[in-house]
């Protein structure tokens, strides 16, 4: 005997058993690592399932060096964020796209562009030391790509596949032309509240 919500007493040995078809969506393919490998909390799952069907948006902290995108707060390395932030910028003010350096030519506008937001970021010249040394002569290709990878990896990680939303695209074209595919709307500079 069970007692009901109502107060009333059923007996389980008249109960009756209805199979019902229940819709299933599988988002398996979209959720980050992290989730996948059962390393996170249920929020965090939710969380990431939600960043999936959530429309994009980019908020971007400079000072706290991280973004929240997909509803999820990542931190980044002051090279990741420059880079984000150069296409960021790009975007919201409406620039076409970039087209993509040789591999071994410097270009000395991708440098000066990327070492603005670099400075913007770190504020320090002891730290833009490096980065100013190696791009003296401009940014190649490598250089470029190297910084490119290691963001997309950071977001893959974090957003899964939802991360294909805020990555440097470079157009699905030849010659590559990368920029955000996010609308200019999408993206914004915040200060993030700990």
């Known amino acids: 005997m069970l ?8 007996n389980t040995a008249l109960a009756e058993v209805t199979p019902a078809e229940i819709p299933f969506v599988s988002l398996r393919h979209c959720l980050p690592t992290a989730l996948l490998a059962g390393k996170a909390s249920f929020n965090d799952t939710v969380a990431g399932a939600r960043a999936v069907l959530a429309s994009a948006q980019l ?8 973004i929240v995108a997909g509803g999820l707060e990542i931190a980044l390395s002051p090279a990741e964020l420059a880079l984000l932030v150069v296409f960021a910028r790009r975007t919201m003010q409406g620039q076409a796209p970039l087209p993509a350096s040789g591999k071994n030519a410097q270009d000395a506008e991708y440098a000066q562009c990327y070492l603005n937001e670099y400075w913007r970021i770190v504020g320090n010249q002891a730290e833009m030391e490096a980065t100013k040394h190696a791009l003296r002569n401009g940014m190649d290709g490598d250089y470029f790509s190297q910084r490119k990878s290691k963001l997309e990896r950071r977001l893959r990680t974090a957003l899964g596949q939802a ?9 699905d074209q030849r010659p590559p032309r990368y920029g955000l595919t996010l609308g200019r709307d999408a993206v914004r500079f915040v200060k993030i509240k700990n």
């Open 3 to 10: 007692q009901t919500r109502g107060g009333q007493l059923a």
């Open 59 to 66: 908020l971007l902290d400079l000072a706290g060096q991280r």
């Open 163 to 171: 991360a294909q939303a805020y990555r440097i695209s470079d157009g």
